[in-house]
Nanobody, 127 residues
């Protein structure tokens, strides 16, 4: 089992940057593909970015492609989401999630494939 704790969310002006972190407990972090999802008020949770166990594969939602970068540090049991050129429509609670997978290069964009979730961190982008 793995526990996930997100941090780094805050209020930022449009055009600004934030770096979210997700710290995982346990000694098997490298066994998990990791993903970031977000949920805005009144909307369903949506996929943002995902990264494979090895970091060799990454996927992004079209809405964040070119602005957000997902990365991971398996030695520090942490996954990051660097968010640049933020827009008011990026306002949401951001969740990280872990998916226990065998394939080192696999990661999913589907929330139902993820086994563990953090509690979320609020990102608010003002116009």
């Amino acid at each position: 089992q793995v526990q996930l704790v997100e941090s780094g969310g805050e209020l930022v002006q449009a055009g600004g940057s934030l770096r979210l972190s997700c710290a995982a407990s346990g000694r098997t972090f490298s066994s998990y593909a990791m993903g970031w999802f977000r949920q805005a008020p009144g909307k369903e949770r949506e996929f943002v970015a995902a990264i494979s166990r090895s970091g060799s594969s990454t996927y992004y939602a079209d809405s964040v492609k070119g602005r957000f970068t997902i990365s991971r540090d398996n030695d520090k049991n942490t996954v990051f989401l660097q968010m640049n050129s933020l827009k008011p429509e990026d306002t949401a609670v951001y969740y990280c999630a872990a998916d226990l997978v065998y394939d080192y290069s696999y990661c999913s964009t589907a929330s139902y494939e993820y086994d563990y979730w953090g509690q979320g961190t609020q990102v608010t982008v003002s116009s």
